[in-house]
């Protein structure tokens, strides 16, 4: 998550008005930063996929406040990211993926109507029809969805529009020959 702008009343150990930021889903997660005043606080990645904040103000002196922004990543293998934008990549890049691997992540987006995918890299063992290797798009919530391309190779994929709130994207590698793997981000309207 990034901080585009930062207002808080300033009080030694902000015990006025303060900014609680911790790294898991409540308050008994791992403090990551408690904020005030009007420095811009770093950049924050989670290690889960959840944030809990905690904004609290006194009884006098408020400010402008605070206005954060923040992007969905998923480098595993499998799973399910919900952020208005994001990026995916294949496990382990941008080092090599390994051998005999199938990956299904899913790009499930609440409150909006269509997710766009830019590919910024992909690097992919190319067969004539990327039978062994390849990273497919789904216009979806699953494999069974209208399939909007299987790829691999180099080549730069063109941008895509989803016509709903979901896409698929399965990623499969067979038993010999690795390469570096692909990396895409979406962001949703
Ligand atoms: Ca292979």
Redesign the pocket.
């Given at each position: 998550m990034f901080f585009t702008d930062f207002e808080l009343e300033q009080l030694f150990n902000c015990n006025g008005d303060s900014l609680t930021i911790y790294d898991g889903s409540s308050a008994a997660s791992p403090l990551a930063g408690q904020y005030c005043g009007s420095s811009l606080p770093f950049t924050f990645a989670s290690s889960t996929n959840s944030v809990f904040m905690r904004f609290l103000t006194d009884k006098n002196f408020h400010r402008r406040g605070f206005d954060i922004s923040y992007m969905a990543s998923l480098d595993g293998c499998s799973g399910t990211i919900t952020g208005p934008t994001g990026s995916l990549t294949s496990p382990n890049y941008p080092f090599t993926y390994p051998?005999s691997t199938t990956c299904t992540m899913n790009i499930d987006v609440l409150s909006t109507r269509q997710i766009t995918v830019t590919w910024t890299a992909i690097n992919i063992?190319q067969t004539p029809s990327c039978d062994?290797?390849y990273v497919a798009l789904y216009n979806g919530q699953d494999t069974n969805a209208q399939l909007v391309g299987k790829y691999c190779g180099s080549s730069l994929p063109s941008v895509y529009t989803t016509t709903n709130r979901h896409l698929t994207v399965l990623f499969v590698?067979?038993?010999?020959?690795?390469?570096q793997g692909f990396r895409l981000t979406y962001t949703t309207t």
């Open positions: 051998n063992q062994s290797d590698s067979d038993e010999v020959i690795t390469s």
